[in-house]
């Protein structure tokens, strides 16, 4: 098991869990918001996960307070908003940080693992142009952020929020990491 694989976590209803739990599956990591402009995102992503869930992929959403408090709610209030807006069936885990000082070992370890954004788009120039500031690289930019974890626990690529669930540089690494 790799480091990333052993980090603690909680599903969105409490239960105890690792990245291990997924061993041998091809996973997307995306910090989620139900109250950001990207939000519609979900949309996508529950799309690639039913298209691509038998073939051994799994997408975790990880809600995240850290850009413009856009998650405010609880872990239920969270839960439901994604199964009654998105009928959204791909795993979540409880509310946690992705980025400044108290961000999640998780976080910490993926954003060290590849401290560069793939396809980040006008996003970006977009919060600068409202003069909302914006992490430097390595930390995460904003919410839904993506980061494909191989078969094998490593860390095998990353995201910028621009990149939607049916961009094809998305498709290439997941389908290539599902195919090693």
């Given at each position: ?35 950001c ?18 073939a051994g ?12 408090q ?45 401290p ?38 490593q ?6 929020p ?19």
């Amino acid at each position: 098991m790799t480091a990333i694989q052993s980090i603690p976590l909680k599903t969105i209803d409490g239960n105890d869990a690792t990245l291990g739990d997924y061993a041998g599956k091809v996973l997307l990591l995306v910090n989620v918001a139900s109250k950001c402009g990207l939000t519609p995102q979900y949309e996508g992503l529950e799309k690639l996960y039913r298209e691509k869930h038998d073939a051994g992929f799994e997408i975790l959403g990880f809600p995240a307070n850290n850009f413009k408090q856009q998650e405010p709610g609880n872990d239920a209030e969270i839960a439901s908003f994604c199964s009654t807006n998105y009928d959204v069936t791909f795993p979540l885990f409880s509310k946690i940080s992705v980025a400044g000082t108290d961000v999640h070992p998780l976080y910490k370890e993926l954003t060290a693992a590849i401290p560069e954004r793939i396809g980040e788009g006008p996003h970006k120039a977009r919060l600068e142009g409202f003069g909302i500031p914006v992490n430097p690289a390595p930390e995460v930019l904003w919410n839904f952020e993506k980061f494909v974890v191989g078969k094998d626990g490593q860390v095998a690529a990353r995201f910028a929020p621009d990149i939607t669930a049916d961009d094809p540089r998305l498709l290439h690494a997941i389908d290539a990491a599902l195919a090693a």
